[in-house]
């Protein structure tokens, strides 16, 4: 099936089922036994508010759209400008080309080429692989250029658990600190212990009228080294993320929208390695030196 989106390919292997876009490599649906674990939509549709998406070479925004790298000023477009930021990278428009396609497992590739604004060439890699536990995303990136590269991941999966919308499901995320925003431009501010905040959820609660737009860090892995962020109903029934240190943030954000369709009917859990503004502070930012690698993956999951 071709459209708006792309290509949209499909995979079916240990009882799920999943679609995958080329448009941006995005996640269209993924269901487990007939049950949803991601909120899907309409492939012959626009995406709507960035599903699935792959996002790089950096997760969020960067503020004003400017940042410095080794000594030289930037400015990319402003992607949104209802807030005056470039917003999740510069591949969630982009149409990947489908590499090796099995039942269980598709590859996707771009590049990204030097423009004003990044003037790097990047070439990235998306692994789709339903594996028994879920399907695992792995996302690699080489610098093919000829000079270092800041660089960072996310992704922009909405996750759902039976019943309506968010605010009667439970959310469990081992963080010990969030950071704060500020303004309707959601500037990146301090990062502060969640200890006596509402934005707490290290034990499994409702998520309830919460408003949670939010960088989470300060991840606790279990004994498998893992990290989890689990959402799910009252029986607990849901979806989870689950990822290693690669990616030591978490982008949380109970989907607020205007359209009713859309509002608070998916709960956004976006692993990255690094935080919302990273371009401008240069935390934990990946310096890609000429010709090095680097690759994460995440896996979501039932619960």
Same mark, same amino acid.
């Given at each position: ?7 949209v ?11 995958i ?6 996640l269209?649906?993924?269901?487990y ?5 991601v909120?899907?939509?309409? *492939?012959?549709?626009?995406?709507p508010a960035?599903? +699935?998406?792959? &996002?790089a !070479? ?5 503020? #004003? ?10 400015q990319?477009p ?7 930021h ?6 969630t ?13 598709l590859e ?20 789709y ?24 991941w ?7 658990a039976?019943?309506?919308n968010?605010?009667g499901?439970?959310?469990s995320? *081992? ?7 500020? +303004?309707?431009r &959601?500037? !990146? ?5 969640v #200890?006596?905040?509402e934005?707490?959820?290290r ?5 309830g009228?919460?408003?949670i737009?939010h ?5 606790d892995?279990?004994e ?38 859309l509002?608070?009917?998916?709960l ?6 690094c935080?919302?503004?990273a ?19 995440w ?5």
């Open positions: 099936m071709s459209g708006i989106n792309g290509q390919l499909t995979l079916k292997a240990h009882g799920f089922t999943a679609e876009a080329t448009l941006g490599a995005t269209v649906s993924l269901e036994q007939g049950r949803p674990l909120r899907a939509f309409d *492939p012959l549709g626009e995406r960035y599903s +699935g998406a792959i &996002l !070479p950096w997760p969020n925004r960067v503020t #004003d759209g400017n940042y410095r790298w080794d000594g030289v000023q930037y990319l402003l992607s949104e400008p209802a807030r005056g470039a917003l999740h990278g510069l591949v428009d982009d149409l990947f080309t489908p590499g090796e396609h099995a039942d269980q497992s996707l590739r771009t590049t990204i080429s030097p423009s004003e604004g990044y003037p790097f060439e990047i070439q990235l890699a998306i692994t692989q339903l594996e028994a536990q879920g399907l695992r995303i792995t996302a690699a990136v080489t610098n093919n250029g000829s000079q270092a590269a800041p660089f960072g996310g992704s922009h999966a909405y996750l759902v039976p019943g309506k968010v605010n499901w439970n959310l995320l *081992p963080a010990q600190r969030v950071q704060l925003i500020e +303004g309707e &959601l500037l !990146p501010k301090d990062v502060v212990s #200890d006596s905040t934005l707490d959820f034990s499994a609660r409702v998520v009228d919460t408003f737009d960088a989470y860090t300060g991840l892995a279990g498998d080294q893992l990290i989890r962020a689990v959402l799910t109903d009252e029986n607990g029934i849901g979806s989870q993320v689950i990822w290693d240190e690669t990616q030591p943030w978490v982008q949380i954000h109970t989907a607020d929208r205007d359209d009713p369709e509002n608070r009917t998916g956004a859990i976006e692993p990255m390695t935080p919302p503004g371009f401008n502070s240069g935390e934990d930012v990946i310096r890609l030196e000429p010709g090095s690698s680097h690759q994460t993956s896996v979501i999951a039932p619960a």
